[in-house]
């Protein structure tokens, strides 16, 4: 399900009845901006998670090294 032409044409005339032709460039550059916090949030986010997922990875292996001495000290 595409839009055509005449669909395309009556949203952009229904957008400036609402908006006005004076404000479609203010809508565009909050739309972009937006859109950039949200990317910028995104990666963020996902910056994050990767850090958390590594210092967790991390804190097992440590946990399993201090495992392994303490078994080791218990057989000799």
Same mark, same amino acid.
């Given at each position: 399900m595409s839009l055509g032409f005449t669909e395309i044409l009556l949203i952009f005339i229904a957008i400036l009845l609402l908006f006005g032709a004076k404000r479609?460039? @203010?809508?565009v550059k909050a739309i972009a901006r937006a859109s950039h916090e949200y990317k910028k949030a995104k990666?963020?986010?996902? +910056? @994050?998670?990767?850090?958390i997922i590594n210092d967790d990875s991390k804190t097992e292996n440590k946990q399993?090294?201090?495992?392994? +001495?303490?078994e080791d000290k218990k057989d000799n």
């Open positions: 479609i460039p @203010e809508l990666e963020m986010i996902k +910056k @994050e998670s990767e850090e399993q090294t201090i495992d392994v +001495k303490a």
